[in-house]
C-alpha cells in the first residue's frame, strides 16, 4: 500500500472560507493525502488566508514566521497559501515569503492536483485566476472538525456591490449562483447523514438567482426548497445585504417554522452620509423601513448586524448617528470593526484614511459596550420563555451540559439528561449572561 501524506489545514476569515477549506479538504481527499490535527505531523500545511482587514493578514503574516521554523526542521515540507490573501497579493508573496510553495486563489481548488504535482518537481506553484462560473457545485465539501449536528453550504460566490471599504469583489470576483438541485440535493444528504442545521452561504444571498429553460429561481424560492428537505432540518442564511431584502423573503421566513427567526443585517453605519460614501445603497431611513419590516412579518426575529467605527472622514456626529441607530434597532448581537484601509479599494483611492487611531479606538469601544448592555438587555428579554433548542454539543464548563441554539440563534446551556447533539430539547430560560441563556428542561 502507497503509504499518504499528511495534510493540514488552517482557516482564517469568513464562514465562507471554512465552507471552501472542506471543498480543498475533498480535493486533497482524492489525491494521496489525508487529514492530520497534529501540525508537526504533516508534509503538507494549507493556510486558507482573509485580506478583509490588515489585522487579519498580519495573523497570517506571523503564522507564516512560525511555519518557516517548522519547515528548517522539516525541508520536505510543502507551504501552501489559499484564499483571499492568496488572491490579493498574488506573486509578490512568494518574493515576500520565500518559503511557500504553492499559492491559489479561491477560483484555483480544483487545479491542486496538477500545482501540487509542480511543486513535488521543484518549482513553486501559482494560481490566481478568477472565474466567471466556478461554483464547486460537484464537489462534495469534507466536513472537517464540526460538531456533526450544523453545516455550512456554499449556494453563491463572489460579489459585485464594491462598497468602497471592501477588498471581496476583488479576492473573491464575479457574482454568480450555484445550481439550486445540487443546493437541495446537498442539504437532503446532510439531513441523511444526521445533520440538522444548515447555513447557506453567500456574500449577498439576496441577490441569488438561476436561470434555467426560462425558469427563474431567486433566493425566496431557493430558500423554500431547502426548508422543504425536512420539517426536522433547521435552515439559516448569512449575509443579507439591506438594499435587497423583500418582503418576499421575510414572508418565507415567517411561514416556515424551520428557517430560523434570525437576520444578519449589516448596517456598517447609522450615518446616512457615510452610508454614501461606503456606497452601500441605502440610507438609514431604507434600513430602518427594512427593520420596521422584519418586526411587522416575523415577530420576535432576531437581528445581528456588522457595523464599522472610523470610516474615512466620520465625524462625532455620524459616529453618534452609528449609535442611536444601534439603540433604535436594539440589536442582539453584532460583529464590530475599526475600519482598515485596504489598498486598491475605492476608498483607498479616493478618501484619505484621516480618522486617528485613537479615535477609532475610543469609537469602536463606546460602540462595543452600548452592544454589550443591548444583548444583555436581548437575552433578559427571553427570560421566563420557552424555546425548542437544537443541541449542538457538550458545554466546556461540564459534560453533565449541553449546549444549542434557539431559532433566534441564542446559545442556552442546559442540563444532559439522556439528550445528545441533534436532539430538538424544549426548555425554559432561567438565566442569562450578554453571551448565554441558562435553561430548564421542560418535560
Ligand atoms: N458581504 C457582507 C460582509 C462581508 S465582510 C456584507 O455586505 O455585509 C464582513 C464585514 O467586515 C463587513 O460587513 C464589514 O463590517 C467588515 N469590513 C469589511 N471591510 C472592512 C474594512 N476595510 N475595514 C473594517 N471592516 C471591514
Ligand atoms: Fe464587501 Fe459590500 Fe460585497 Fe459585502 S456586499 S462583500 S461589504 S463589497
Ligand atoms: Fe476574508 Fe475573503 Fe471572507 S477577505 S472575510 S476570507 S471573503
Same mark, same amino acid.
Given at each position: ?382 427570560? #421566563? ?7 449542538? #454539543? ?50
Amino acid at each position: 500500500m502507497e503509504i499518504k501524506k499528511k495534510s493540514f489545514i488552517e482557516t482564517y476569515g469568513c464562514q465562507m472560507n471554512f465552507s471552501d477549506s472542506e471543498i480543498v479538504a475533498s480535493i486533497l481527499e482524492k489525491l494521496n493525502y489525508e487529514p492530520t490535527t497534529d501540525i508537526k505531523a504533516a508534509d503538507l500545511i494549507l493556510l486558507n488566508t482573509c485580506s478583509i482587514r490588515d489585522n487579519a493578514e498580519q495573523r497570517v503574516r506571523n503564522r507564516l514566521n512560525e511555519l518557516h521554523a517548522l519547515k528548517r526542521k522539516h525541508p520536505g515540507l510543502v507551504i501552501g497559501l489559499l484564499g483571499c490573501m492568496a488572491e490579493r497579493l498574488k506573486d509578490k508573496l512568494l518574493e515576500e515569503e520565500r518559503h511557500i510553495d504553492l499559492i491559489v486563489g479561491p477560483d484555483g481548488y480544483r487545479q491542486l492536483p496538477q500545482l501540487l504535482e509542480q511543486v513535488e518537481s521543484g518549482q513553486k506553484a501559482i494560481n490566481v485566476l478568477l472565474s466567471a462560473d466556478e461554483t464547486y457545485a460537484d464537489i462534495n465539501p469534507v466536513r472537517t472538525g464540526g460538531s456533526g449536528v450544523t453545516a455550512f453550504i456554499s449556494i453563491m460566490r463572489g460579489c459585485e456591490n464594491f462598497c468602497a471599504y471592501c477588498v471581496v469583489p476583488y479576492t473573491r470576483g464575479k457574482e454568480r449562483s450555484r445550481n439550486p438541485q445540487t443546493i437541495v440535493k446537498e442539504a437532503f444528504e446532510l439531513f441523511e447523514q444526521g445533520f440538522r442545521e444548515i447555513t447557506l452561504l453567500g456574500q449577498n444571498v439576496n441577490s441569488y438567482r438561476w436561470e434555467d429553460n426560462g425558469i427563474s429561481i431567486d433566493f425566496p424560492a431557493l430558500l423554500e426548497e431547502v426548508a422543504s428537505v425536512n420539517p426536522l432540518l433547521r435552515v439559516r442564511f448569512a449575509t443579507s445585504h439591506p438594499k435587497d431584502i423583500s418582503d418576499d423573503l421575510l414572508e418565507v421566513i415567517a411561514s416556515h417554522e424551520n428557517i430560523c427567526k434570525s437576520i444578519h443585517l449589516p448596517i456598517q453605519s447609522g450615518s446616512t452620509h457615510m452610508l454614501e460614501m461606503m456606497k452601500r445603497s441605502y440610507s438609514r431611513d431604507c434600513y430602518m423601513d427594512r427593520i420596521a419590516a422584519i418586526r411587522r412579518i416575523i415577530p420576535g426575529c432576531a437581528v445581528t448586524t456588522d457595523i464599522i467605527a472610523g470610516f474615512c472622514s466620520e465625524t462625532e456626529e455620524d459616529h453618534q448617528h452609528t449609535i442611536s441607530a444601534m439603540r433604535e434597532v436594539g440589536y442582539d448581537y453584532a460583529y464590530m470593526f475599526k475600519y482598515s484601509e485596504r489598498p486598491n479599494t475605492i476608498a483607498a483611492k479616493k478618501y484619505p484614511d484621516d480618522v486617528p487611531e485613537e479615535v477609532k479606538s475610543r469609537r469602536l469601544d463606546e460602540i462595543i459596550g452600548l452592544q454589550q448592555e443591548l444583548s444583555l438587555k436581548s437575552n433578559k428579554r427571553e427570560v #421566563g420563555k420557552e424555546f425548542v433548542v437544537l443541541a449542538e #454539543g457538550v458545554s466546556k464548563r461540564s459534560d453533565q451540559q449541553l449546549f444549542g441554539r434557539t431559532s433566534q440563534n441564542k446559545v442556552v446551556v442546559f442540563q444532559r439528561d439522556a439528550f445528545k447533539p441533534g436532539d430538538y430539547v424544549k426548555v425554559k430560560i432561567v438565566s442569562c449572561t450578554a453571551a448565554t441563556l441558562r435553561g430548564e428542561l421542560v418535560l
